[in-house]
């Protein structure tokens, strides 16, 4: 995860708010709704926190397909 340089706005559609993180556009979940232009996608703060509760729950979701349930 990088740092973002001042002035780049979130990636999320509809926001606009300064981007806090930048992640590489592949780990972005279909559920979030961004404009990549490139391999980063920038988050502000708001996102970033969603962000992490989406790939949290992704990430159960294949602890339990590898443990064979
Ligand atoms: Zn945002």
């Known amino acids: 995860m990088g740092k973002v340089s001042?002035?780049?706005k979130c990636s999320v559609i509809g926001c606009n708010e300064p981007a806090v993180k930048s992640i590489a556009a592949q780990r972005i979940p279909s559920s979030m709704k961004v404009?990549?232009?490139g391999r980063r996608v920038y988050l502000?703060?708001?996102h970033y926190k969603e962000f992490k509760k989406l790939t949290k729950k992704e990430r159960m979701v294949?602890?339990?397909r590898y443990a064979g349930v």
């Open 35 to 37: 404009e990549a232009s």
């Open 6 to 8: 001042k002035g780049v």
């Open 62 to 64: 294949e602890k339990w």
């Open 44 to 46: 502000c703060e708001k």
